[in-house]
């Protein structure tokens, strides 16, 4: 179910986010206590060869319902450690504007980590990670230092930590997406962590998605792109 | 509109003039394949949306079309496009691709005569002027006609300029000074050059000089060559004419739509407020846009280089093949013209 339908739902707004309508939310525009995520430079890293067609693994990855009143909590613990908050009334007046960020910003999130098939190809100076109905994230090795993609509508960032590949996309209106790509040492299983923030609220939301390998049957049609042909596809012998 | 009103003006006047004139001595062009300019820092050429491989097929099929231009005037005698300067260039023509992204043309131009006289070296910039012409669907479609028209009108209000004596020089120093580069303790002493590279005409040889006789011949053998490295170009030219245009159609329409979406979006606010659901996903909208606009330009190229490489390649490898013979033959015949002149000058 995705957020939107969930908080649609009355029952379960009262059975899931008891603390959601007491949180005294005009603190947290103030508060903002997480620093920004920032690549760091120049550091030690091996290329991994993530190459290959990935589906997503829904049992190992985050659920989201649980992660979202995880991350309602954790907000609501920020603000007002002493208390529980739990029987407070509902909170009315400035409090409704940063409750919209916050939901806001947890249905975001939901439709961004959905990425259920990649496809990853990867030679030693370049990695392209192809996300099904979203733009590819991409991402080219210099001399170790990161590379900054610039766009009128914001910029992204990606290089390597160690045997990590993360990509930093800093966007308009105080948006920022951070995925941190790991390949596990049996090479069999790939996790995305995602971290978004927005200046609008003090807690980051992070969503950690696993996949596993499948194989995309053979096939003796090889097409390739071409202008004036669109597709030109030939047999070819296996 | 004025600026094409005039330059199909001066075209004609130009024309005009040249029929009025056709006594007068006719000049060859060598046109040189022009410079990729290409960033060494491969940042440097992505920031500045450079794909070397379609880099690569422009340096060749601009200057095929200018050779087009050039021929089309009835202005000039033989056009040559060759992959090096010309040695024995009456009028050699050189260029850099300084811009080229389906919208705007820049190409940095320099046209020298043999005698050193600069007869251009400018910028030559224009916007692509979509035009449809059932007269010429070759020459008459190209999205940057006037550009080239340009160039040409350049060149000819410098050569109407010129006096006939001073064309006759100019060939008679390309002749001289191919020759020289063949024999050059023979033929330098008919030159002289300053140190700002113009030549001048001490004297000629004599017209029945075996030397220079054996010199034309080696030139005529070279345009032999010569002719048959023009023909690889223009079967590059041809080949690739659809798909280049294509691809320029394409560009400027990617350009087009991302100068309009950048417009509206800098414009209009959009009334959500900020780090709401809608106004983060906007923020994502654009941005997620903005890439896929790229990674669409990257399929574009890919495309377009699927399609021409194997004419590329086959260019490439003919070119590579007639300049190995063109070395030879050279190599040769300076072994013999050595060998004469030891004969004659014991």
């Known amino acids: 179910m995705a957020i939107h339908q969930l908080l649609q739902s009355s029952s379960f707004q009262f059975r899931h986010f008891p603390c959601l309508f007491v949180l005294p939310v005009f603190l947290l525009t103030a508060c903002a206590t997480e620093e920004p995520a920032q690549l760091p430079d120049e550091t030690e890293y091996e290329v991994v060869d993530m190459s290959g067609n990935w589906e997503k693994d829904f049992q190992l990855s985050d659920d989201f319902e649980t992660e979202f009143n995880l991350y309602m909590f954790d907000i609501q613990r920020r603000i007002n450690p002493q208390q529980d908050g739990i029987n407070r009334g509902f909170g009315g007046g400035g409090a409704s504007g940063s409750m919209e960020s916050i939901v806001g910003l947890a249905r975001f999130t939901e439709e961004i980590t959905r990425m259920p098939i990649l496809n990853i190809e990867q030679d030693r100076s370049r990695v392209n990670i192809d996300r099904e109905d979203d733009f590819a994230l991409f991402c080219e090795f210099f001399n170790r230092q990161n590379i900054v993609t610039e766009t009128p509508f914001g910029t992204e960032q990606c290089g390597w930590n160690r045997e990590q590949l993360l990509f930093l996309l800093n966007l308009t209106d105080g948006l920022q997406i951070y995925y941190q790509v790991t390949l596990s040492p049996d090479s069999r299983q790939l996790n995305i962590t995602t971290t978004v923030t927005s200046d609008q609220v003090s807690t980051a939301m992070t969503i950690s998605n696993y996949y596993r390998r499948y194989d995309v049957p053979e096939s003796n049609i090889d097409c390739i792109l071409t202008l004036t042909r669109n597709n030109v596809c030939r047999r070819v012998s296996n | 509109m004025i600026r094409i009103i005039i330059l199909i003006v001066c075209l004609v006047a130009v024309m005009a003039e040249s029929h009025a004139q056709s006594d007068r001595p006719i000049l060859d062009i060598s046109l040189k394949a022009f410079e990729m300019n290409l960033p060494d820092d491969i940042r440097l050429q992505q920031q500045a949306d450079i794909y070397p491989a379609v880099r690569q097929a422009e340096a060749r099929y601009l200057p095929s079309f ?281």
Do not use: C
Request: proline share 3%; hydrophobic share 40%.
């Open chain 2, 66 to 346: 200018l050779k087009l231009i050039l021929e089309d005037s009835g202005y000039w005698g033989a056009i040559r496009l060759l992959p090096d300067i010309d040695s024995g260039a009456e009028v050699q023509v050189s260029a850099a691709i300084l811009e080229s992204d389906g919208a705007t043309l820049s190409l940095a131009i320099r046209a020298i005569d043999a005698t050193g006289r600069v007869w251009t070296d400018k910028i030559y910039t224009n916007t692509a002027v979509e035009s449809v012409s059932l007269n010429n669907p070759v020459l008459g479609t190209d999205p940057f006609l006037y550009l080239y028209t340009e160039i040409n009108n350049d060149l000819g209000l410098v050569y109407s300029s010129l006096t006939s004596a001073q064309l006759n020089e100019i060939k008679s120093i390309a002749t001289l000074r191919y020759a020289a580069a063949l024999a050059p303790e023979v033929f330098s002493l008919y030159l002289e050059s300053n140190e700002e590279g113009i030549y001048t005409l001490i004297r000629f040889p004599a017209a029945n000089d075996p030397l220079l006789l054996r010199v034309q011949e080696i030139r005529e053998h070279e345009y032999v060559f010569i002719d048959v490295v023009d023909e690889q170009y223009e079967d590059f030219f041809v080949g690739i004419k659809p798909v280049y245009d294509l691809w320029r159609r394409y560009r400027r329409d990617q350009l087009s739509s991302e100068e309009d979406k950048i417009n509206r979006e800098l414009r209009q606010t959009d009334g959500f407020r900020r780090g709401s659901y809608m106004s983060l996903k906007e923020s994502y909208n654009n941005f997620r846009w903005s890439r896929m606009q790229d990674q669409y330009l990257e399929e574009i190229n890919e495309g377009f280089i699927n399609e021409v490489l194997p004419t590329d390649v086959t260019l490439e490898d003919s070119l590579y093949h007639l300049s190995g013979t063109l070395d030879e033959q050279y190599q040769e015949w300076q072994e013999i013209l050595k060998e004469f002149w030891l004969l004659e000058n014991p």
